[in-house]
């Protein structure tokens, strides 16, 4: 029997009359490889947020390796193992990716309170900046500032510092977003070897990515989850297609579905 490592029951999110997120209950278990899609407006950022701790539900729990985190604040969420990266990258521009991640693995090994070191002097930070540098592919810009890099070089060190972070979980909103073509296949391959104990949701727009990385999808409308299956039944689900037509992504379907 699978490990359940996440899992929300009976979600809900109102804003007044608004409810972005409406009796939402799903399960992730260890291992995964989840897309959550839907059309915009669906809830999907909503429901990001409300697993990371950023808004508090209106009613429902959020379960994290059998225990109940609805109430935990987001950085000891973090510590428990279930972090995120964003739409848009929230680096430190004037940082090199070594830089970036050695604030990152200090931060996990309990080192961030040493002000009084110099940054990586713990025998523990530089290899484990190193595998992250190669496993990412950013080996060849380590010591160049942030705001020098290539887009999608920025998106992987966003990335790498979640992985950094040591999580039970992943949350990845549109790793893609933004990013040129001629980019996003490294980017592709990278997320498609993330190692296979770390459960990964990740929220993307991008057919393309969808169906080449997540085993199992999940589809938001208005809120609720609308269908919940495997990456086939979804993508020959009649009823899936049809929402997706006012955003004329219909064709997408079947293109990335079928190769």
């Known amino acids: ?46 429901l990001i947020n409300l697993l990371t701790g950023v ?11 059998g225990a109940d985190i609805t109430q935990l604040a987001s950085h000891r969420r973090v510590r428990r193992g279930i972090v995120r990266t964003f739409q848009i990258n929230q680096l430190f521009n004037e940082l090199t990716p070594l830089q970036s991640l050695a604030l990152s693995v200090s931060a996990q090994l309990g080192l961030g309170g040493r002000w009084w070191q110099r940054l990586g002097a713990d025998a523990r930070v530089a290899p484990r900046c190193d595998t992250l ?14 705001k020098h890099l290539a887009y999608g070089k920025r998106r992987l060190l966003e ?13 990845l909103d549109e790793p893609v977003a933004g990013v040129p073509e001629g980019e996003r296949e490294e980017i592709f391959d990278i997320i498609n070897a993330l190692p296979a104990e770390v459960s990964v949701l990740l ?12 085993s199992s999808v999940t589809v938001l409308v208005n809120g609720a989850v609308f269908a919940e299956g495997s990456v086939d039944a979804i ?14 992504l219909g064709e997408s379907f079947d293109k990335s579905a079928h190769g």
């Open 159 to 171: 990335i790498a510092i979640a992985l950094a972070c040591e999580p039970r979980v992943l949350l």
């Open 1 to 46: 029997m699978s490990e359940i490592v996440l899992e929300t029951r009976g979600l809900v999110k109102r804003f007044g009359g608004i409810t972005p997120t409406n009796d939402v209950s799903i399960t992730v278990e260890k291992g995964a490889r989840r897309a959550l899609i839907g059309p915009n407006g669906a809830g999907k950022t909503t």
């Open 133 to 146: 540098l190669k496993q990412f592919r950013l080996d060849d810009v380590l010591n160049q500032q942030v």
């Open 203 to 214: 929220i993307e727009h991008d057919m393309d990515l969808v169906f080449n990385f997540a």
């Open 55 to 65: 808004l508090e539900p209106t009613a429902g729990s959020i379960w994290l390796d």
């Open 235 to 248: 993508a020959n689900d009649p009823r899936v297609k049809a929402v997706y037509l006012g955003e004329s």
